[in-house]
């Protein structure tokens, strides 16, 4: 059971450069998030998703956007990469069921902008 | 946008010493949730709290929900070197459209001389 799986692990872009960042989990689980993660800053929600085909914006949602076609897959996408979007990138998943349920993390993806 | 506020910001500790920090909120949470992070890596669940004035052990690890549900701490008893990392507290209320949504504090890094 793999969990929650990121990728990829590590990435440099060039500031203008565009890419997609993939989340994907085995869990079953119908929440799914993405955090942003900066020194002082501790973790920041980008966007989430509540089931397939649903999506909605979190705290710093500028400059990307977010997919959620299958139900174990979300994807966030930068469409012009800015340095101030150098950072750890942590997607997790939740199951709706309960409520009170803790989210699952992957191991981040970090991103580096030039 | 909420942050919780969570204390100390680090500790330097030798180990064997117990250790001790709590978050703190302007806000009622229905839930309270203990991450550790090491280097590298995602958050890690330690502990969940589902009921004001629980305490929950895991291990070395004690945490509790504060009565008033504005609070909660985390103790580590007898701190051993794989205790190194960041430990983070969020917190969860469930107001209508909350939509699981997590609110962070922003770490306790824990350093443990051996």
């Known amino acids: 059971n793999a969990g929650v799986t990121q990728t990829p692990k590590f990435r440099v872009l060039k500031t203008g450069q565009s890419m997609t960042l993939l989340c994907a989990q085995d869990?079953?689980?119908?929440?799914m998030y993405w955090y942003r993660q900066d020194p002082g800053m501790g973790l920041r929600l980008i966007h989430y998703?509540?089931?397939?085909?649903?999506?909605a914006k979190g705290e710093v949602p500028d400059g990307y956007n977010v997919s959620r076609l299958k139900k174990q897959n979300f994807l966030l996408g930068l469409e012009s990469a800015a340095p101030s979007q150098t950072s750890v990138y942590f997607c997790a998943s939740k199951p709706r069921a309960g409520g009170h349920q803790p989210q699952h993390f992957g191991d981040g993806t970090r991103l580096s902008i030039l | 946008g909420q942050q919780l506020n969570q204390s100390p910001q680090s500790m330097f500790i030798q180990e064997g010493e117990d250790v001790s920090m709590n978050c703190t909120s302007s806000?009622?949470?229905?839930?309270w949730l203990w991450y550790k992070q090491d280097p590298g890596e995602g958050p890690v669940l330690l502990i969940a709290?589902?009921?004001a004035g629980e305490l929950t052990s895991n291990g070395r690890l004690t945490a509790q929900f504060g009565i008033t549900r504005k609070d909660s701490f985390l103790n580590i008893s007898a701190s051993i070197p794989s205790d190194v990392g960041i430990y983070f507290c969020a917190g969860q209320s469930l107001r209508a459209g909350n939509n699981r949504k997590l609110i962070w504090g922003l770490g306790t890094s824990l350093a443990v001389n051996p």
């Open positions: 998703s509540v089931g397939e085909g649903t999506t």
């Open positions: 709290l589902y009921k």
């Open positions: 806000s009622i949470f229905n839930t």
């Open positions: 869990m079953n689980h119908e929440y």
